[in-house]
């Protein structure tokens, strides 16, 4: 963990000692193993990144991903800080409306492995810094969570720890950013504000679950593969599953 001087809560302190202890290869995959997310997901980043890996990219990332060589990578940041209340809450973005794919929808900072990106660790701060300017000392990494799968890519979701909120002054870029903002990490435990539709794909019926957020200035909808991590994020961080059937799909 990083040595910065920055405040940091007891809470925060022991929820990073905890992540650090968790292994995803410990636990049954998510969805790294099917296409759950493939049809109805937003894509990862804007169709004009390049889908090349590097060789050296197709080994494990330092803090222990699953080693899905020779296939599409990418690696968002799911970035957690402490509001006044001390409740949790998760930075994500709305995606630019010149986009030329799943414009004006909701993701977390991230994007497509890129040559010279060292892990899936690298990748996500990275992406974070040029997509909203958060620069990676003001975020400690914790852990990464199991894969995702959508459209072809294996997606990372790597968790890190904001220990101040004030020292984050977002620099959106707006090539690829509307807006920016956070929402509360255990609503995605919650049944309330939630919508879902059931999905029928290759003789098999599962549901994508839908959550509305309202800020003060806008009205947002998180959903697909967004909403499928932060579900997975909030079970680990609460250590409880939702208070609704996730009903992933079998294929």
């Known amino acids: 963990m990083a040595t910065n001087g920055f405040h940091r809560s007891e809470n925060l302190i022991k929820l990073a000692e905890k992540l650090h202890l968790y292994n995803p290869n410990n636990n049954q995959p998510a969805v790294s193993s099917s296409n759950f997310f493939n049809i109805h997901s937003p894509t990862i980043q804007e169709c004009t990144v390049s889908k090349v890996i590097p060789k050296e990219q197709e080994s494990n990332s330092e803090l222990g991903t699953d080693n899905n060589s020779r296939r599409a990578r990418a690696a968002v940041l799911v970035c957690l800080f402490e509001d006044q209340q001390g409740n949790l809450r998760v930075i994500l973005t709305k995606r630019a409306s010149t986009l030329c794919t799943h414009s004006g929808e909701v993701a977390l900072p991230g994007g497509k492995v890129e040559e010279g990106d060292a892990n899936d660790t690298e990748t996500a701060l990275r992406e974070a810094k040029e997509e909203i300017g958060l620069d990676r000392s003001l975020v400690d990494v914790v852990t990464v969570l199991e894969s995702f799968t959508t459209k072809g890519i294996i997606v990372i979701p790597v968790v890190g720890i904001?220990?101040?909120?004030?020292?984050?002054?977002?620099?959106?870029?707006?090539?690829?950013?509307?807006?920016?903002?956070?929402?509360?990490?255990?609503?995605?435990?919650?049944?309330?504000?939630r919508r879902e539709q059931e999905v029928k794909y290759m003789g098999d019926q599962y549901v994508l679950h839908f959550f509305d957020h309202e800020t003060e200035d806008e009205k947002y909808i998180i959903w697909a593969l967004t909403a499928g991590i932060l579900i997975k994020a909030a079970s680990i961080v609460y250590q409880r599953p939702p208070d609704f059937q996730e009903r992933r799909p079998r294929f």
Not at 169 to 187: G, K, Q, R, S, Y
């Open 162 to 193: 904001l220990w101040d909120r004030n020292t984050f002054n977002p620099l959106i870029n707006t090539a690829e950013v509307a807006a920016i903002f956070d929402a509360p990490l255990e609503m995605f435990l919650k049944d309330e504000n």
